[in-house]
């Protein structure tokens, strides 16, 4: 079964300083993409960032760089130069592209509150 | 680019009535539509996926009488909730996945009395 892991339920980081929020996954599918979305208290997702499992370099936008580690099925989020308006909800989230519904599995989520 | 807009964004509505959300994609074709539920301070659940011209696909769990899902067109999406309750009280959210991305509406924040 894919899971989506998720263990840091809060952080905290102050301004300009970077931060790595955590991620792991468990699949046996060899094709599959890994997402960041971003939640503010508004409500709507934020598409951050995206890694294809068969990408060889880890993606950047930004400020945000995901630390692709494929052996140890990881796929941390690092913000750079955090800023005020980064607190909001971080959602880690695998798409699968095996048969007809390649849907999105979420994990829990890491509430980040940028401090000054 | 591609947009998904859901409507309504906020509703309240009273016990035993039925509210409906639409999705509609935006300069593209959608012709599968996620629905997604979030309670407070909680990850997003799959409810259903909404196929163009079929019917819909339920997650274990999730009553279908309860939750109608609609896909009747390629670029609209509606979900039903019927004879709400309080308990459906929750925040509604459509995905429309498009090549590697996965495109989202506003959500709909359903408050039932």
């Known amino acids: 079964a894919q899971k989506i892991t998720q263990t840091q339920p809060g952080m905290f980081v102050q301004e300009k300083e970077a931060v790595t929020l955590d991620c792991t996954y468990d699949t046996s599918d060899p094709s599959y993409g890994l997402f960041w979305y971003k939640q503010p208290s508004s409500g709507e997702m934020i598409f951050l960032i995206y890694?294809?499992?068969?990408?060889?370099q880890n993606a950047t936008e930004g400020r945000y760089s995901l630390n692709f580690q494929k052996a140890r099925k990881s796929a941390n989020l690092v913000i750079s130069a955090s800023q005020l308006g980064d607190s909001a909800m971080y959602f880690c989230a695998m798409r699968f592209y095996t048969g007809t519904a390649s849907k999105l599995t979420f994990g829990t989520g890491t509430r980040l509150q940028v401090t000054l | 680019g591609a947009v998904v807009s859901q409507h309504p964004s906020r509703v309240i509505c009273k016990s035993g009535t039925s509210v409906k959300i639409e999705c509609r994609s935006l300069d593209f074709q959608a012709t599968t539509m996620f629905w997604y539920r979030q309670f407070p301070k909680k990850s997003l659940m799959l409810m259903a996926t909404s196929n163009e011209g079929s019917k819909a696909t339920y997650e274990q769990g999730v009553e279908k009488d309860k939750f109608l899902i609609n896909h009747a067109s390629l670029t609209l999406s509606t979900l039903t909730v019927t004879s709400a309750h309080p308990e459906d009280s929750s925040f509604y959210i459509c995905?429309?996945?498009?090549?590697?991305?996965?495109?989202f509406g506003q959500g709909t924040r359903l408050t039932v009395v």
């Open positions: 890694q294809g499992s068969y990408d060889q």
């Open positions: 995905s429309a996945p498009m090549d590697r991305e996965a495109f």
